[in-house]
């Protein structure tokens, strides 16, 4: 199952761009954030190229027709039976059911610190994982993936923090699913975007941005990212995640950086679930 993540920042003239880069890489899955265009001219644009069928995401409408989450869009495999399980202003719950395995993708675009503060970027985080947790308490699977721009970094409070998203980066950490902090139980992630933290070959991150009058600048931030239960590390194929910087003709970088003037601020990633080794 190929998965495909792009904040494309509201660029009306990224769908050719868009269609190549579903087809060069074979999407089962592509969710999109900050896409203003109409996904459903979109999905028709691919359908036509593809030897595929793809449908839009599924949404929730409320009684004047207004979609529930209208931060995230995309397009899946028409193969996949997927309902939506709860969606929020800022993100969407899913589940796809096989014969198989269940499992279910949670996608988020959170806020950004320009319009918010850190206490609200947690907040929503963590009202994110809640209602993970309950879903699938409700489903009885723990198969989740998370993915979406979260506007933190893997190193920062509210991806580590144990009562916030609670992302581990070391596999052998999470051979115990959940730890106890303080008396309380908290469940784990597996995060594997810290390998781009220590990359020596740009790009360095998803994300670039230069103010050299804070005291603190991390230049290149990992905000898009992908994020998994334990349970889901060995269908996880870790040499397949990748920021992706070039779709045939089209280079998204400008002088090193997101061209965001041409294509968007943010760069994509990409990643592979094995299937067969859902359980």
């Not at 109409?38 to 595929?52: A, K, Q, Y």
């Not at 959170?110 to 809640?130: H, P, T, W």
Request: charge should be negative.
């Amino acid at each position: 199952m190929n998965i495909l993540f792009w904040n494309v920042n509201k660029k009306k003239a990224i769908d050719a761009c868009l269609e190549e880069l579903i087809l060069a890489k074979d999407c089962d899955i592509v969710v999109l954030a900050e896409y203003e265009n109409d996904v459903n001219e979109l999905n028709d644009l691919v359908n036509i190229s593809s030897r595929r069928q793809y449908n839009p995401l599924p949404s929730f409408l409320d009684r004047k027709g207004i979609l529930g989450c209208k931060k995230i869009h995309g397009l899946i495999d028409a193969k996949y039976y997927v309902e939506v399980l709860q969606e929020e202003e800022r993100y969407k719950i899913v589940l796809i059911t096989t014969s198989i395995y269940k499992l279910i993708i949670a996608m988020i675009h959170n806020i950004s610190l320009i319009r918010a503060g850190e206490d609200e970027q947690s907040q929503i985080i963590k009202d994110f994982v809640q209602d993970i947790c309950e879903q699938e308490e409700m489903q009885s699977s723990r198969n989740t993936i998370i993915i979406g721009d979260l506007n933190v970094n893997p190193f920062e409070k509210p991806c580590v923090a144990a009562n916030v998203l609670h992302a581990i980066p070391y596999k052998e950490m999470l051979c115990r699913p959940a730890r106890i902090v303080q008396n309380s139980e908290y469940l784990k992630f597996y995060n594997p975007m810290w390998k781009f933290l220590y990359s020596r070959k740009a790009p360095y991150g998803t994300y670039f941005y230069d103010n050299s009058g804070h005291i603190v600048n991390y230049y290149w931030n990992t905000f898009d990212q992908v994020i998994v239960r334990p349970q889901l590390i060995n269908a996880f194929d870790d040499n397949s995640l990748s920021i992706i910087t070039q779709v045939n003709e089209h280079n998204l970088l400008f002088n090193g950086k997101p061209n965001k003037n041409k294509y968007s601020d943010h760069l994509p990633i990409y990643f592979n679930i094995k299937e067969e080794l859902i359980l």
